[in-house]
């Protein structure tokens, strides 16, 4: 393995414009997944060496991406003790709205709900002629006390009460929520899934700098028929959550092999 980032390969052309990705933008974002998946547990640290050696990176190339990693956040770069890895990443489901880790709740607070009024934009969404009488309610999202996001709901009907928006609680599953909610079975949930950064004002509601990477998910929710019953959108923190997906459902077993692959690549911290 040549430790120059790639190991053997061809000489290629690169891109038609004859530019290619650099080999410490692909440790960047190797190392950020490894991060946000979970992988590299937070409080560990992460040693140049070992990662070198495991991915067949430069030095050079494994520097600027923990440099990288620590503008974003999600390490702490200590005299003496070296990178370590400061958060615990918040995996949240594609098509749902809760962390995929059992010991991980979200928390909402209703900020604001008020009657919209006419939209023929938000009933276009909701597939409804009904453009007149269109709630809107949004919500503050934390994980531990953690800032984490903002919730923009939208639906047609009367202020919603204490059934699905209370004024604080648990976030529960779509598919306990939504026919506590809607009187009706949850079917699915359409997504969207884009990237902005934050301006001033969200920045100070989740705590993070101006210009910081923010995940933006339009979601429309539709009951067992396919009728749309609620069309939204959420802001996460880039630094908190990763959203993730599977064909198939997959149970996770701990069999100890993936407690010997950290300690080959990393060291606990102290």
Not at 84 to 94: K, N
Not at 197 to 217: H, K, Q, T, W, Y
């Given at each position: 393995?040549?430790?120059?980032?790639?190991?053997?390969?061809?000489?290629?052309?690169?891109?038609?414009?004859?530019?290619?990705?650099?080999?410490?933008?692909?440790?960047?974002?190797?190392?950020?997944?490894?991060?946000?998946?979970?992988?590299?547990?937070?409080?560990?640290v992460m040693e140049e060496r070992s990662i070198m050696d495991r991915f067949g990176f430069s030095r050079a190339a494994v520097r600027d991406a923990l440099s990288r990693l620590s503008a974003d956040g999600l390490v702490d770069r200590r005299t003496g003790l070296g990178t370590?890895?400061?958060?615990?990443?918040?995996?949240?489901?594609?098509l749902d709205v809760v962390p995929l880790a059992n010991d991980q709740r979200i928390s909402l607070r209703l900020t604001e709900t008020y009657r919209l009024g006419a939209s023929t934009y938000i009933a276009a969404r909701l597939g409804t002629a009904t453009a007149d009488d269109i709630v809107m309610s949004e919500f503050f999202l934390t994980v531990s006390g953690l800032p984490i996001g903002v919730l923009s709901v939208f639906s047609i009907g009367s202020i919603p009460g204490t059934s699905l928006l209370r004024p604080a609680w648990e976030m529960?599953?779509?598919?306990d929520a939504f026919p506590r909610?809607?009187?009706?079975?949850?079917?699915?949930?359409?997504?969207?899934?884009?990237?902005?950064?934050?301006?001033?004002?969200?920045?100070?509601?989740?705590?993070?700098?101006?210009?910081?990477?923010?995940?933006?998910?339009?979601q429309i929710l539709r009951d067992a028929s396919g009728i749309a019953w609620e069309y939204g959108f959420a802001q996460y923190r880039a630094d908190k959550v990763l959203f993730r997906s599977s064909s198939t459902p997959v149970d996770v077993v701990d069999d100890g092999e993936g407690a010997e692959w950290v300690e080959e690549f990393t060291q606990r911290g102290h």
């Open positions: 393995m040549k430790p120059n980032g790639g190991g053997d390969r061809a000489s290629l052309q690169g891109t038609p414009h004859g530019r290619k990705q650099s080999a410490s933008h692909r440790a960047y974002m190797l190392l950020r997944f490894a991060i946000k998946a979970g992988g590299l547990p937070a409080g560990m370590v890895i400061r958060v615990r990443p918040v995996p949240i489901a594609l529960p599953t779509l598919a909610q809607y009187g009706v079975a949850f079917g699915g949930m359409e997504v969207s899934i884009d990237a902005r950064l934050a301006d001033d004002a969200l920045a100070e509601l989740l705590e993070v700098e101006p210009g910081s990477a923010i995940l933006a998910r339009e």
